[in-house]
């Protein structure tokens, strides 16, 4: 069975500094991974995705993800945090069934100090 | 273009009642699933539809949830007898088949007292 373990259920960074959001996943195929974003009170919203192929994946604003295949990671970065980025965080894999249905990691909240 | 959308967005319902909540997905989206968030659970997998039949239902907690979609579009997720542990976020996701991209709805916020 597939799993995701994100780890820091709460990371507060300073405005401008570097956020990183820590995701591992536990699978035995080949995952496809996403990171997926919710501000408050909204739905989901797919930030990047790797399937197969160039290891770096770079998503909307700003944020990019490395999939490590020996560290069984997926973390997510941005070099430089904004205000904005003030939101909750799903690491998720894609379940291996035939169904597309995804696993999700219990969520990171990132908050962004002034 | 139009997104997928969930009503009501909100409900509060008192214990013991049943309720009904309504996903209407992207207009050509074959794959649609629901997903559940609540506090001590976080994001779980209900129920995946491809086209109007229901391949997994391994998600549903238990036997008084029950879901439906007609014409390959509209789902409508029940709740019977509603019990306190079943308030969450109900969230709604459609894919254009099972291995595209899922978006997803707003949700709707059930409250059982």
């Known amino acids: 069975a597939q799993s995701v373990t994100q780890l820091g259920s709460h990371v507060s960074v300073s405005e401008g500094a570097l956020v990183l959001l820590r995701c591992n996943y536990s699978s035995s195929v080949p995952p496809y991974l996403f990171w997926y974003v919710q501000y408050p009170n909204q739905g989901l919203q797919l930030l990047l995705k790797?399937?197969?192929?160039?290891?770096l994946v770079k998503g909307i604003n700003g944020f990019e993800a490395e999939f490590k295949k020996s560290e069984t990671s997926f973390h997510l970065t941005k070099p430089s945090a904004h205000m904005s980025d003030a939101a909750e965080y799903f690491c998720a894999v894609r379940d291996s069934s035939n169904t597309g249905k995804l696993i999700f990691g219990q969520g990171t909240t990132l908050q962004v100090k002034p | 273009g139009a997104g997928v959308s969930q009503s009501p967005s909100n409900k509060v319902t008192e214990k013991g009642k049943d309720v009904e909540l309504r996903c209407d997905p992207i207009?050509?989206?074959?794959?649609l699933y629901w997903y559940r968030q609540s506090l001590g659970q976080g994001l779980e997998f209900l129920i995946y539809?491809?086209?109007?039949?229901?391949?997994?239902k391994s998600g549903l907690p238990s036997d008084r949830f029950s879901a439906e979609r007609t014409g390959g579009s509209v789902s409508t997720l029940t709740i019977q007898r509603t019990q306190q542990e079943d308030s969450a976020v109900y969230l709604c996701?459609?894919?254009?088949?099972?291995?595209?991209?899922?978006?997803f709805g707003p949700g709707t916020r059930l409250t059982v007292t």
């Open positions: 790797y399937t197969t192929g160039a290891t």
């Open positions: 996701a459609s894919s254009l088949e099972r291995r595209s991209e899922q978006y």
């Open positions: 207009s050509g989206h074959t794959a």
């Open positions: 539809f491809q086209g109007n039949s229901a391949p997994d």
